[in-house]
């Protein structure tokens, strides 16, 4: 069965700080990890890493993909109040069509 | 471009009852999936719908169900509702299966009482 592990599950840092959140995986014959933003309800699309894809940057936001490690993690630089949220990290197996495994997500606050 | 719609966006049930979740993905998407998300289990895949096919359904007892309309408008049902049934349900569209970021909807939040 297919799994993610995030963490840390909560995080509290103040504006301009800079975080790492991690990402850990188990999938059989992986396709790919993705980064979503969850604000209020609907979670927002942030990076897809693949094996031929494996660094990700915008803006403030970037995110490397380990695959030896099978592991990623997301860093957010001169955070923002704005970047208050929960952060998902999914995977996506070759054989699973749309079906992504979701880990428990990191809430991340940024106190001004 | 419309995005993911969900209605409707809160509903309060009574344990026993049954109820119907509706989802209108973006125009020209054609997969559909739909997602549980509680506290501490995070989102739980529930099933994924494509050309009106079911692809692929999650680890959900028979009373979680669903379907696909010709026009990809997608619908699922919970029957005998039970407490634990309380959650965001979050709908996700994409053009095509698979390799593609999905579009979440906004959710139906439950409550069952």
């Known amino acids: 069965e297919d799994k993610v592990v995030q963490s840390p599950l909560s995080l509290v840092v103040h504006e301009g700080d800079t975080v790492t959140l991690n990402c850990s995986y188990e999938v059989t014959n992986f396709r790919s990890l993705l980064w979503y933003k969850q604000e209020k309800k609907a979670p927002t699309f942030l990076f897809m890493l693949t094996s031929s894809g494996i660094e990700k940057k915008s803006g403030r936001l970037s995110s490397i993909l380990d695959k030896k490690e099978l592991s990623s993690i997301l860093n957010i630089t001169a955070t923002q109040t704005g970047d208050s949220a929960i952060y998902l990290c999914?995977?996506?197996?070759?054989?699973?069509?749309?079906?992504?495994?979701f880990g428990e997500g990191t809430q991340l606050t940024v106190n001004p | 471009k419309a995005g993911v719609t969900q209605t409707p966006r809160y509903l309060i049930k009574t344990r026993g009852q049954q109820v119907t979740l509706s989802c209108s993905p973006i125009s020209g998407h054609r997969s559909v999936s739909w997602y549980q998300q509680t506290p501490g289990q995070g989102l739980q895949f529930l099933f994924e719908y494509f050309s009106e096919t079911q692809r692929n359904k999650g680890n959900f007892p028979g009373r979680f169900s669903g379907r696909q309309f010709s026009n990809s408008r997608s619908e699922m049902n919970v029957s005998t509702l039970e407490l634990g049934d309380s959650a965001l349900y979050l709908c996700a569209s994409s053009v095509l299966r698979g390799s593609e970021k999905l579009f979440f909807g906004s959710g139906t939040q439950l409550s069952v009482l």
């Open positions: 999914a995977v996506e197996a070759l054989t699973s069509g749309s079906r992504l495994t």
